[in-house]
C-alpha cells in the first residue's frame, strides 16, 4: 500500500517535470522564431556597414558613441540570445547534482548558444541590409552564459526540493514483536 501512495506521488512529479520540459521546449521555439524574425528580415537602408570580423572591433566602436549607446548596443547583443542560457537546460530536463554535471551544463549551453549565434551570422549573410559582425556571436554567447550561471543553479535546486517533496516520507515499517525461536536462543549459553 504505501508503495502505491510513493509511486503516485513519484508519478505526480515526473508529469509536473515533464510538463515544465514541454512549456520549455515550446518557449525555446518560440524565442527561437522571435530572434530569426528580428535577425534574418531584410531592411530598408540607404547603405550598410562593412561586415565586421575582426573581434572586439565592433565592441571599441560601440563604446566610441558613449556610454548609454555603448551599454544600450552591448546590452542588445546580451540580451538576444540569454533566455537559450536558462531554456536549454530547462529542455534537457536533468536534475543530477554534480559538479562534473554542472560545469557540463554549462559547457553545452555556452557551445549550443555559440552554434545558434552563429548559424544566425552565417544566414544573414544572405539577407539584405543586415551585416555580419563576429562581436555579435561573442557577446550572444557571453549573454548565454550569464543568463545559464544566474538562474540555472538556483532553479535546479528549486526543482529538486520539489522533486522530493513530490516523492513524499520514507516509509516507516512498524515493529515486529520477538520471534518464536528467541527465547530458545537466549537460553543456549554462548561461549567466547
Known sequence: MQRLEAGGSAATATAIHLRLRLLAGVLLAAHLLVVGWLTLRPLDVPWAAA???TPMEGIRTDLAYGPLEAARRIGEGLALLAP?????????????????SAWSSLVRTAAA???VSLSIEM????VPGQV?????????????LLAHVAVVPA?????RRSHTAYQGNTP?????GLGPWTDVLSAVQREY
Open 51 to 53: 561586415a565586421n570580423l
Open 84 to 100: 537559450l542560457g536558462v531554456l536549454l537546460p530547462l529542455v534537457n530536463g536533468r536534475l543530477v547534482r554534480s559538479t562534473l
Open 113 to 115: 548558444g555559440a552554434l
Open 123 to 126: 544566414l544573414q549573410t544572405a
Open 132 to 144: 555580419v559582425d563576429v562581436d555579435s556571436v561573442l557577446l550572444n554567447t557571453a549573454g548565454v
Open 155 to 159: 532553479l535546479r535546486a528549486r526543482l
Open 172 to 176: 516507516k515499517i512498524s515493529r515486529v
